[in-house]
């Protein structure tokens, strides 16, 4: 299993930045991509994009793209969600996720609070 522990989120205002990190521990060797979500109050998890651990390559959904990145660190077995031009509707829980290359994501972060202020 993999252990995920989450930092940076936090209140900005909009147009504001924003980066969150994913630290993982564990059988890090079984990471196949990472995943971020977000949950706003009273709605469900929605995928916001992942990154393929090997390879680095990225997938942004359309409600964040050129806004988000997503990137990774090996070295520190980190991975980041850099937020940009922030808008409140980014207001969400926002999560980091895990899963092996024949899996679902299935080890999950804490969750860590981002609030956009208009």
């Known amino acids: 299993q993999v252990q995920l522990v989450e930092s940076g989120g936090g209140l900005v205002q909009a147009g504001g930045s924003l980066r969150l990190s994913c630290a993982a521990s564990?059988?890090?060797?079984?990471?196949?991509?990472m995943g971020w979500f977000r949950q706003a109050a009273g709605k469900e998890r929605e995928f916001v994009g992942d990154i393929r651990w090997s390879t680095g390559r990225t997938y942004l959904s359309d409600s964040v793209k050129g806004r988000f990145t997503i990137s990774r660190d090996n070295a520190k077995n980190t991975g980041y969600l850099q937020m940009n031009s922030l808008k409140p509707e980014d207001t969400a829980v926002y999560y980091c996720s895990t899963r092996r290359q024949s899996g679902t994501y299935n080890s999950w972060g804490q969750g860590t609070q981002v609030t956009v202020s208009s």
């Open positions: 564990g059988r890090t060797f079984s990471m196949y991509s």
